[in-house]
């Protein structure tokens, strides 16, 4: 605090949003917080996509599964801010002398605006034969599959737990049908008890299996991030080929 002043009479900095004539009190809500927080302006300043730049940015410092030379599957990829990450951290523009150059590939349901260094699909990751076509533009199997998706909100949270659940189930049988041995799969679930059965196929399937909150998701939201690291290939049992 300045020398001389005090708490009491500054100035509020928080912008107030005022609810506009036909807009939802919720909508003048996330509006407000939107305009205050902190992640929103450091993306405009840095030039990601979104605020979710910055989780995928904070686990992989913490996990460092994006390396120079990673061959990468960005799941639900729009708007893109996870796929930029991606291609700066693993080097997919070669900017990076003496490094490995790796590669980036996001689908969606959606088009999503060129990222440079990312090559962009429009693709249902569920339909028959999406794991065939994620290898053959990776040219080859993936080292990291991450996914940031969630289901359309219902306004049940249950509902929604469920459906995000359910979503990050069909995430990672496509990482099992991708990912090459020792590979990581990440990928946003929430929390509310329904998970436990993900939670123990990937136990089986990965050597460490870790539930992380990064920093920049918000504390009033109930979402969480597995990192599954260590893919142990085909699992016991199964057939190869």
Known sequence: MAKGTSGRG?????VRVKTAKGRKLSSTRWLERQL?????????????????????LELDDKYGFLKPG????DLGAAPGGWSQVAVARVNALGEMAG????????????????????????????EEGAD????????????VVM??????ASGHKQTDHLRIVALCEAAAELAFDVLEPGGTFVAKVLAGGAEAGLQATLKQRFDKVANVKPPASRSDSSEKFVVATGFKGVSPGSAEG
């Open 147 to 152: 996914s940031d998706m969630a289901a359309s």
């Open 10 to 14: 500054q100035r509020d900095l928080r």
């Open 132 to 143: 065939d076509k994620v290898k053959a533009w990776l040219d080859g199997p993936a080292d």
């Open 99 to 126: 490094k490995p150059v790796g590669r980036v590939v996001g689908i969606d349901l959606q088009e999503i605006e060129p990222v440079p260094g990312a090559d962009l699909h429009v693709l249902d990751f569920l």
């Open 36 to 56: 205050n927080d902190p992640y929103v302006a450091r993306a405009r300043r840095e030039g990601y996509r979104g605020r979710a730049a910055y989780k995928i």
């Open 70 to 73: 990673a061959r990468v599957v």
